[in-house]
């Protein structure tokens, strides 16, 4: 029964990931030339490249700021869609557009949204201060260019976290809700004592997820600003594509691409620790 | 690790299609071909392209030519991709630049047997040349156009600025006449940016090397010095150092159309940029916004000679093509072609070819684009035909970018010109080049 399943992950997982350690040791370039073993010369030269330290450092800001932001917005709409509010199932639906909208679409969207200097974004910014603040270059700007990439990656992604905040919800007994009323517990008490306890499990999984997705930011970044202006939202995956397929450098961006694991396996390590159950 | 996915699936794909072809290939009759094609273009071109095929299999029964539309931007990058998962078509359409590196890589055939000899003859000097690999001088690619870039300018406007008009590419603006410009036009009552740089065509592009490397050129340097190949001492040089930061001052004084304002501010209403420095195919769509009122006029002379890009979008024909020579059939059929020409010549494209210019009235003498078959003519320089292109582009993109976005010239500057150097020192020098 299992056996499907493993053949396609070996075949599409982990094949290639145990090909490309063997790669990231040599100076094998994309087009097929003649290549040799150069050591760890590329692990040195990525590690030793200001540009890929700048890229590690954006992601975790873009970190920092999406997981709160999308996982808030997330448990949010999740509270809300639980109620029993009238076109509770219309509203279910409509919040989890963005999520089954591809990403790229949401890009170009988002692109025409962010237009300087007289985008609809921009009018409404105008319009809110009376033109007293004026047109932000969104993803011009390198102070605002990470924030506005936050903003339409919460927006394009919170659906999914949504929906499995949804399902932890509904797996809370009901009559914790009605001994915590019984008690005279506030609405805020009960969210605080009673969701936020039954949610652990969930929080858990959905903050690993959320932060190992941050960390390969990469659509967004290549659709609308390629790592731009002056490196302000370059990614360690943009990166990685930018020596590889652009820089034609395999070996190079191989080593990339293990650094990353690397990187994301011990922040999902330190997440499960610091997280873990103490009982 | 996504990458290596992708390069497994596109392997397993590839023998996959090499079954269907062997089977294929066992049924078809004698003297038939199947041929694939990769290349990129507008929606009329894809329209040109498809006609001009249903055209040449009506013409030869039993060969087939399957199309593959891969998308302009980052073109580039799926060639190298198409290579590394053995799927190469026998056509494909290139940027020229990156041929030198695609012949190095061991993948073109030269074509000169291959296609006709009356097109080969056709073919302008510029058009030949960037479709040769300096090592061995052979031709490995061929197209109908060519292209230059041009200051694009409302008369009216001008005059009313009493901004001198140059007559032709001998007497085109200096430098300071240039950005005397600018900041006149600046004043000018309706202007919100006194130039459009093209700036949103990105790094996915082709454009910041191509558009902007005339003007280093023209200011006495380069991305890489043509000789011995060696990026540090001349891209960073102080005359790279200069001209860079002039370019930025103009992004400072809020003269340049910022990145996200798109590339339509030329003739969008109210004509928000004055005047744009665009590329030959920019003419037909500010024709129709600007009518006669629209004027081309050479790049300015920064220095003591001028500079104008060259190269485009060309044919080659792969070493592993299942028939060269139907391949190269196909290709003169399809570049002599009469309703392809037709498509290509509605859309104000620059000639490659002599007999396409001659029947082209728009760049005749006399005709609105004359300068820019006199500027080709005079100061057409070609991006760096070295196996490196791919790490010379990357490195001044990054580094142009950059500057005009606010980062020190200097600084930049000697990053790129290192990385260039480090990716030549990487590949022993990419040799027969540095070989003398």
Known sequence: MLLPACIIISAFLLVPFVMSFPISLTNQRLIPRPYRFVGLDNYVQVLTDPVFWQALWNVTRFTAMVVPVQCGFALAMALLINQKIPGRNFFRGALFLPAITSMTVVCVIWGTLFQFP??????????????????????????????????????????????????????????????????????????????????RQTNIFVLIITTIQAFKLFTQINILTQGGPRDSTNTVVQYMYTVGFVGQKLGLASAVAIILFVIVLLIS?????????RK | MTKMKTKLKLGLSAAAFAMV??????TAPAGAAALKMMFQGDPYEIDAISDAAKRFEAANPGTTIELIHTPHDSY????????????LPDILELDAPFLSNYVWSGFLQPIDSLIDKKLLDDMTPSNVAQGTYPPDKKLYATALIDSTVLIYASKKQLEAAKIRIPKGVDDAW?????QAALKTLSTQPGVKWPIDLFRAYGTKTEWIPYGYEPLLVSAGCD????????????????????????????????????QSAGANQFYADGRPAALAWGGFWFYSEAAKALGDDLLALPLPKFGPKGASPNGTWIYAISKTSSDPQMAGKFLSFMIEDQKYQEAYKAHSAYPGLKSFGA?????????PMAVAFEQAAKTAVPRPPHPAYPAITLAAQVALNNILDGADPQTELTKAAKAIDADIADNDGYPPFGKK
């Open chain 2, 223 to 258: 991305l890489i010095n043509r000789d011995t190949w060696k990026a540090t001492g001349t891209f960073d040089s102080k005359a790279c150092v200069d001209a860079t930061t002039m370019m930025a001052s103009w992004v400072k004084n809020g003269w340049v159309v910022p």
């Open chain 2, 359 to 367: 029947a082209s009235p728009l760049y005749a003498p006399g005709g």
């Open chain 2, 21 to 26: 072809v062997s089977v294929a290939g066992f």
């Open chain 2, 174 to 178: 200096t430098g300071e006449e240039f």
């Open chain 2, 76 to 87: 580039n990058e799926k060639v190298g991709a198409a290579v590394s998962a053995k799927q």
């Open chain 1, 118 to 199: 007289t985008g609809p974004l921009n009018q409404i910014v105008g319009f809110l201060t009376l033109g007293m603040a004026g047109p932000i270059d969104w993803l011009g700007d390198p102070r605002s260019s990470m924030p506005a990439i936050v903003l339409l990656s919460a927006w394009q992604a919170y659906g999914f976290q949504m929906v499995v905040y949804l399902a932890g919800l509904q797996n809370i007994p009901a009559d914790l809700y009605e001994a915590a009323r019984l008690d005279g517990a506030s609405t805020w008490q009960r969210f605080r004592f009673v969701t936020l306890p039954g949610l």
């Open chain 1, 269 to 277: 390590l330190v997440q499960r620790y610091v997280l873990r159950d």
